[in-house]
């Protein structure tokens, strides 16, 4: 929840709340193993302090439990960590992770419950639109009838809305991550570093994740791994928890972030094709605020206020020039 | 074969729970994998999904050889986050 804009504060906020709950809310007996173990953001120059210093005003005035701590009562949160260089950090102990597989789970199974098909193993192939009307959307399982569509097919939403001339500017961003063998449990909280720019968390399960993108690379869909990733990743992640460096490697992986111009995502209807609602481009963010997202994709389908206001986020900002600037964005 | 078998020794899964996912509606080692953790260790499930495949081809009525196995990842054995950093100095 440490954002530097009331928006994604909000938007995180609400999404957290909706998390603690959401076997309740959906009425579904799933467990999400949703870890709320905090995360701890060290700053390393004055000017990286200063943000965060800013960035923690904001988020006091929403409820949002971030504070500041000394190089010291960092290694008490997190004690494998080196704090050498380090002026402070900002912790908000009630950031977490969940498993992003059991929190689909239960949307899968709740909304099969109100009667929605799922189609798996069905890849759509297109959308196909009527005098600017969308009609039809296009999978190798056969077609569908429909006047409203939701693109949300993350980095390759931009390919899908191409099919009905409709041009969206995402691009994807290749992110690699690797896991290590399972240990006792030593790290409750993520620690994410905007200064060497990666993520380390352990999970429940005792394995430490960690991860860094390629903001470098041209645009592609490429999704294999490099071995560069794994000397890259253990250099930087040594330098921040050197207590790190006797873990196993066992597995390593990559993906895509669905990127747009500001780093924020598109969503709502999208000019040219009536009944296209765009929700892409979580720049890596889609997670974290998923949910409320969903609920005000719903509510704008329906024509109801927003929960949350998202105008800011419309398709058009891009050619306006109104870019929606996060200061606090990995 | 007995439903208390360990069939991932990595993850400590059993049989009877692979046949529980089956019975769900995973029908593929890829929905078993995320459900269960089953062949995500060490090992990358050299020992298991050979017994997963089987108990779908069971299932599913498909060939062994139908049976997808889940993708196998670098590296191929484990290797330590120092070591990967142990040349640094020698270049």
């Not at chain 1, 056969?142 to 390759?156: C, F, L, N, Q």
């Not at chain 1, 009905?164 to 790290?187: A, N, S």
Request: aromatic content about 6%; some cysteine.
């Amino acid at each position: 929840m440490q954002w530097g804009t009331e928006t994604n504060c909000l938007l995180s906020r609400e999404s957290t709340h909706m998390l603690e709950n959401l076997a309740e809310l959906l009425e579904v007996d799933v467990d999400i193993e949703l870890h709320q173990g905090g995360y701890l953001m060290p700053a390393y120059t004055e000017k990286m302090a200063g943000q965060f210093k800013k960035n923690l005003e904001l988020q006091n005035t929403l409820d949002i439990p971030a504070r500041w701590v000394t190089p010291q009562e960092a290694k008490e949160i997190v004690p494998l960590l080196n704090t050498d260089g380090m002026i402070g950090a900002t912790f908000c102990a009630k950031d977490g992770h969940c498993n992003p597989f059991k929190a689909t789970e239960a949307y899968a199974r709740a909304a099969r419950r109100l009667g929605v098909e799922i189609r798996t193993y069905t890849e759509v192939t297109g959308l196909y639109a009527e005098c600017c009307n969308i009609r039809k959307v296009k999978t190798t399982t056969g077609d569908i009838s429909t006047s409203h569509v939701v693109m949300a097919a993350g980095g390759y939403s931009k390919p899908l809305c191409r099919t009905v001339g409709v041009e969206i500017p995402l691009y994807p961003e290749r992110h690699e991550i690797l896991v290590t063998e399972p240990v006792d449990p030593v790290q409750e909280a993520m620690v994410m570093s905007f200064h060497h720019n990666l993520y380390c968390q352990q999970s429940p399960h005792g394995s430490f994740i960690m991860g860094i993108g390629h903001p470098d690379l041209p645009e592609s869909f490429d999704t294999r791994s490099s071995w560069e990733f794994l000397q890259e990743m253990a250099r930087r992640v040594l330098k921040v928890l050197p207590g790190l460096a006797g873990l196993n490697v066992i597995r390593q992986w990559a993906g895509l972030y669905d990127m747009s111009p500001d780093r924020q995502p598109i969503l709502g209807p999208v000019g040219g094709v009536d009944g296209l609602h765009i929700a892409a481009g979580f720049s890596g963010h889609g997670f974290m605020i998923s949910p409320v997202v969903g609920r005000i994709v719903a509510e704008k389908l329906l024509g109801l206020p927003t929960v949350l206001p998202v105008d800011m986020f419309d398709a058009g900002r891009f050619q306006r020039g109104e870019l929606f600037i996060e200061p606090s964005v990995v | 074969m007995s439903d208390d078998i360990i069939v991932c020794r990595c993850e400590d899964i059993k049989l009877s729970e692979i046949r529980g996912h089956i019975e769900q509606g995973a029908h593929t080692t890829e929905e078993i994998k995320r459900r269960c953790r089953c062949g995500m260790g060490p090992c990358q499930g050299r020992t298991c999904m050979p017994i997963v495949a089987q108990e779908l081809s069971k299932a599913t009525g498909k060939s062994v050889g139908e049976i997808q196995l889940p993708t196998f990842r670098q590296p191929t054995a484990a290797i330590k986050l120092g070591a990967l950093t142990g040349g640094d100095g020698d270049d």
